[in-house]
């Protein structure tokens, strides 16, 4: 199972009014581990830098003026998301950009559904608790120590051990003997407590069961135990 963990910045919060993406960031997790495959892009959004996202994430004009446009990567990117699930945090926010920014070039747009959501993850295990990438990084001990800005390939990274331990640890899936094939047939190798075929022989010899009896017999008519030797 591959999944692509992805994070974006960009100019604003709004394509609808002008703003554009600047940087995309994704790692490749195969079986719910990290492969090292990861791709990075910056992008020159061919408009100016507004000073309130500059100080999100510090990228600025005379930075990406040299970068290319999206519509020079988006051939690469499309080909190593493929259709496989994107784990983002907050990702109609994301998805919103990629889209518009694809729209732009009328290529076919990535489904919604394609997106797995781990704010809506984190929000659903912890009611009422503060959700953001560096909440859950101090919930789950997860070190940001170098996330001093917003950055869309060191996010997408801790991002990646922040996803698999909402799922329920790193390497959920893992196991520690070989897959075998399913067949038609199974077998229920179960263990389960079976009457014996051949009952065991007693080990009460005659003078114990003889010293039983006599003892039974001098509690008195009124015991209980009397008759239910």
């Not at 994107?86 to 009328?106: P, Q, R, S, V, Y």
Request: glycine share 8%; proline share 6%; with cysteine.
């Amino acid at each position: 199972m591959r999944e692509i963990v992805l994070d974006t910045e960009t100019t604003g919060f709004e394509p609808a009014d002008g703003d554009r993406i600047v940087e995309i960031g994704a790692v490749e997790l195969l079986n719910h581990v990290p492969t090292g495959r990861t791709y990075h892009q910056y992008i020159n959004p061919e408009r100016s830098m507004p000073k309130e996202a500059f100080e999100v994430h510090g990228l600025g004009d005379d930075f990406l003026r040299d970068k290319p446009v999206f519509a020079d990567i988006a051939a690469a990117f499309v080909e190593f998301v493929g259709d496989d699930k994107l784990i983002i945090h907050n990702a109609a926010f994301d998805m919103k950009f990629l889209n518009a920014e694809l729209g732009w070039l009328d290529r076919p747009l990535l489904p919604m559904e394609q997106a797995i959501d781990t704010l809506g993850i984190a929000r659903r295990r912890f009611p009422g608790a503060p959700a953001s990438l560096d909440a859950l990084c101090r919930r789950f001990g997860i070190d940001n120590s170098s996330r001093t800005l917003h950055g869309a390939l060191l996010d997408s990274e801790i991002l990646a051990e922040v996803y698999l331990e909402l799922i329920g640890g790193k390497q959920p899936g893992l196991v520690l003997s070989p897959e075998t094939k399913k067949t038609e047939k199974t077998v229920d190798d179960t263990w389960r407590a079976m009457p014996r075929q051949t009952p065991l022989p007693s080990r009460l010899t005659e003078e114990e069961a003889a010293s039983h009896r006599s003892f039974v017999e001098q509690m008195g008519s009124g015991s209980l135990w009397v008759g239910k030797t």
